[in-house]
Every structure is written in C-alpha cells, then in structure tokens.
C-alpha cells in the first residue's frame, strides 16, 4: 500500500520549464516501478514515463528529449523535470506507482494540473 501525492503543477508560457513530485507515504526502493500519466481536457489518460526498480526509463515519444524523470529513494519522492514545453502539454499530470507489475498492483495520486499557454 501506498499514498501518492503530486505537486508542482502550474502555469507557464511556451518553451518554458516546471518540475514535477511525487511523494510517496512509504519507501519507493521496493516498489517494482512508477511513473507519470496525464490526462488532457476531453482525452483518455496517457502514460509519459516510467522509471523502474532498476533505474530503467522509458519515454512517450511525445515527450523524449524533453522530459526527464527521476527518483530520490532517500526521499520517497518521484521527479518529472518538464523541460520546452507546448500547449500539448496541458494536462492534469498523475503519478503512479505499480507495486508487483505481475500482477499489477497500481496506486495513482490525485493529480496536478500543467497548463502551458501564452
């Protein structure tokens, strides 16, 4: 079991950076892997990232190049570093975590809305 919470999300102009967090209520070394979804206005949820027990990433090609993400197990907490972003962007950014993969064990936070507009 575990307690997700994101924070981070804001507004901010085309080209321009945020860092995502996601704090974890309990330590995040064993847990098989997390990562970040999000959701724009009228759109199904999507996956953005992932970052394994192992360190392993992958990106959404929407993303690479762009995004970055991260873990701190010192302080339970998961980073997206959100670099050049677009309007596309615009999302309510969720924070997962998949505790056993087989078979999925999956908890989500409650979200953080990016909006990025001029």
């Known amino acids: 079991q575990v307690q997700l919470v994101e924070s981070g999300g804001g507004l901010v102009q085309p080209g321009g950076s945020l860092r995502l967090s996601c704090a974890a209520s309990?330590?995040?070394?064993?847990?098989?892997?997390m990562g970040w979804y999000r959701q724009a206005p009228g759109q199904q949820r999507e996956w953005v990232t992932t970052i394994t027990r192992d360190g392993t990433t992958n990106y959404a090609d929407s993303v690479k190049g762009r995004f970055t993400i991260s873990r701190d197990n010192a302080k339970n907490t998961m980073y997206l570093q959100m670099n050049s972003l677009k309007p596309e962007d615009t999302a309510v950014y969720f924070c997962?975590?998949?505790?056993?993969?087989?078979?999925?064990?999956?908890?989500w936070g409650q979200g953080t809305q990016v909006t990025v507009s001029s």
């Open positions: 309990r330590s995040i070394f064993t847990i098989y892997s």
């Open positions: 997962n975590a998949d505790l056993s993969s087989i078979p999925r064990s999956e908890y």
